[in-house]
């Protein structure tokens, strides 16, 4: 059942590849490794899930609210967690990033309590479709169709507006961006804000998927989707998209290989490997030191 | 137009500038001379808001730019084309120079000037869809300056235009700066390569670690013995 794995594998892919593009953005930036961002993708699905199940909202419009909230999240992270340290020690925001991350899971797990969460039944109706020997649930279609239209809308965001312009600028060179009059604070922001809400359409597809949103969801998920994001070269957009398919399709096929129980150990062997054959990643451009 | 009062910089212990004063008036070129670690650049980041005066101050057309951040400085009609170009590396031509104008919101008038950079450097125009990572440094130097020129800058700061390239380039880098100023905009200039700086400048400050040591006239410099021993190579 080669096709039907490739499926699932992709549908687990995209959803990394989600996850993954906020690491990858925030990095080429400011060049910090956000250890927060899966328990933004957490927060993401239980904002959705509240949405669902206290307000009675349809899930589309729950998703859109988790990504609005998740938002704003992001940026309130960057502005009193991150922004403070920026000239200090690379170091410190990485600590400061942990700090952040153990925070919002601790909050969580105050407010929500220990025990996961599943959406009501018939949330979004859900019904297999075959194609040959193989069947597509119309929630993997939803995954996929959803994770595709938000890529390209990323990528459109990025290559063809006046602020993506100035993201991909600030990136390359963030001094000299700011000779060009563009405020680099503000494109920091929005590049938080941006990856946040990617994340948070993340943690709502995946609590639909496993059915199941609980408190340290973003721990397990965000280190696969940051090992995706190295796989694909991290600072790299199509990269991030790419090696979260990989990794995706990689962890679906180990398990049907028999091992289920490495399951979430396959994430990890890749990243020690991409680490030590190719440590820009598939598509990432050689590392500058920036001043 | 530009007025640099008693400006000091330090960076960690280091004092890069000590109590720097020196002004540029419309229409003017200005060089600031000096050897390698003078403190040069630092003028021109301090003027550009990349670097935080300690003390003094920095008056633009009357308003007070010290503590502006680097964007806002770039509004007032200030730009800088950076020591080493600092293009834009994975960039075409065309994005480097749209976002020289990247502050501006006249539609019009930036098509305008695109056309006029192209015409100032018709390579450019040849290669406008190439990553700017792909041009020669001579090209870069031109994009350099084509960027800053889309800010319609009044006051634009030149960080060592000359640096790394062919004589026969740097003569010709020299005489476009001489043009832009003839269509009216001022130049702050920083070069190593004192003759050529001298050559074009109205005036010029010479610079020797953080301190302004003399200044005047740019013919009057360049006949200074002093001068000519120490930078110009007698």
């Known amino acids: 059942m080669f096709l039907q794995q490739l499926i699932?594998?992709?549908?687990?892919?995209?959803?990394?590849?989600?996850i993954a593009l906020g690491y990858t953005m925030v990095y080429g930036i400011i060049l910090l490794i956000n250890f927060a961002h899966g328990e933004i993708f957490m927060a993401g699905a239980f904002v959705g899930l509240m949405m669902v199940t206290v307000f009675k909202m349809n899930i589309f419009l729950a998703l859109i609210l988790a990504m609005a909230f998740c938002m704003v999240l992001g940026v309130v992270v960057e502005r009193v967690a991150y922004r403070p340290l920026r000239n200090s020690s690379r170091l410190s925001a990485l600590i400061s990033a942990i700090g952040v991350s153990i925070f919002l899971s601790t909050l969580a797990l105050l407010i929500f309590g220990a025990n996961a969460q599943g959406y009501p039944a018939q949330t979004f109706p859900v019904s297999q479709i075959h194609i040959g020997p193989a069947e597509i649930s119309t929630l993997q279609l939803l995954i996929l169709g959803l994770s595709a239209v938000l890529m390209i809308g990323l990528e459109l965001i990025v290559h063809k507006t006046k602020i993506g312009k100035a993201m991909r600028a600030t990136s390359q060179d963030y001094q000299t961006a700011a000779l060009m009059g563009?405020?680099?604070?503000?494109?920091?922001?929005?590049?938080?804000?941006?990856?946040?809400?990617?994340?948070?359409?993340?943690?709502?597809?995946?609590?639909?998927?496993?059915?199941?949103?609980?408190?340290?969801?973003?721990?397990?998920a965000g280190l696969k989707a940051f090992a995706a994001a190295v796989l694909g070269g991290i600072g790299s957009i199509p990269g991030a998209m790419l090696g979260g398919l990989f990794l995706g399709i990689f962890e679906i096929m180990g398990v049907a290989a028999g091992l289920s129980s490495y399951r979430d150990a396959i994430a990890f062997a890749i990243l020690v490997l991409v680490l030590l054959i190719k440590p820009t990643g598939l598509m990432g451009r050689k590392i500058q030191k920036k001043v | 137009m530009l007025k640099v009062e008693n400006i000091s910089v330090n960076y960690g212990a280091i004092n890069a500038l000590k109590d720097v004063s020196c002004h540029i008036e419309e229409g003017e070129i200005v060089a600031l001379i000096g050897a390698n670690g003078a403190g040069k650049t630092t003028i021109l980041n301090t003027i550009s808001s990349l670097v935080q005066a300690a003390s003094g101050r920095i008056v633009f057309n009357g308003c007070d730019i010290t503590k502006m951040p680097p964007h806002d400085v770039v509004k007032m009609g200030i730009s800088q084309v950076p020591e080493g170009r600092r293009v834009f590396p994975e960039m075409s031509v065309m994005e480097n120079l749209e976002l020289g104008a990247y502050a501006r919101s006249d539609r019009e008038g930036v098509r305008e000037d695109m056309t006029s950079v192209f015409k100032r450097f018709p390579r450019l125009e040849e290669r406008k869809k190439q990553y700017a990572k792909t041009l020669s440094g001579g090209e870069q130097q031109m994009l350099a300056m084509g960027r800053a020129l889309m800010a319609r800058p009044k006051l634009m700061l030149m960080d060592e235009p000359s640096m790394g390239l062919a004589p026969i380039l740097v003569e010709e880098i020299f005489n476009i700066i001489t043009e832009i100023n003839q269509t009216g905009t001022t130049i702050l200039l920083v070069e190593q390569n004192a003759h050529m700086a001298l050559s074009i400048a109205h005036r010029a400050y010479v610079l020797e670690t953080g301190e302004i040591v003399l200044h005047g006239d740019a013919d009057e410099l360049a006949a200074n013995p002093e001068v000519r021993k120490a930078y110009l190579g007698e």
Request: no cysteine; glycine share 18%.
């Open chain 1, 8 to 18: 699932n594998g992709i549908t687990l892919g995209a959803v990394y590849g989600l």
């Open chain 1, 182 to 220: 563009i405020n680099v604070n503000r494109v920091i922001s929005f590049t938080f804000g941006l990856g946040s809400s990617l994340a948070a359409a993340g943690g709502v597809l995946v609590g639909l998927y496993f059915n199941a949103v609980s408190w340290n969801m973003g721990l397990m």
